[in-house]
């Protein structure tokens, strides 16, 4: 059972970067795929970026190509996300998600294990 914990959310103001951690453990990280997904108020969860096995490919949102980068780092089992240029639409709930697979899914529901997330608020 792999689980997931996610950190570095926090309030920062419009322009403005930060950087979420989400490390795993009981698993062999570098087998899984990992995906960043968000959760606005009365929205649904939506993909905003995705890692291949072993971090050969990534994948954006059409919303957050150019501003977030995925990266992860197997000897530390943690994935990262960089979100620079940060704007008010940015603010949701960050949760990592992660699926024994070689390519990130784009959909929720394709990944088993997810961490609790972190909240990202940016104020405009």
């Known amino acids: 059972q792999v689980q997931l914990v996610e950190s570095g959310g926090g309030l920062v103001q419009a322009g403005g970067s930060l950087r979420l951690s989400c490390v795993a453990s009981g698993g062999t990280f570098s087998l899984y795929a990992m995906g960043w997904f968000r959760q606005a108020p009365g929205k649904e969860r939506e993909f905003v970026a995705g890692i291949s096995r072993r971090g050969g490919a990534t994948y954006y949102a059409d919303s957050v190509k150019g501003r977030f980068t995925v990266s992860r780092d197997d000897a530390k089992a943690t994935v990262y996300v960089q979100m620079n240029s940060l704007k008010p639409d940015d603010t949701a709930i960050y949760y990592c998600?992660?699926?024994?697979?070689?390519?990130?899914?784009?959909?929720?529901?394709?990944?088993?294990?997810w961490g609790q997330g972190t909240q990202v608020t940016v104020s405009s």
């Open positions: 998600a992660g699926e024994f697979a070689i390519t990130p899914p784009l959909t929720p529901d394709e990944y088993p294990y």
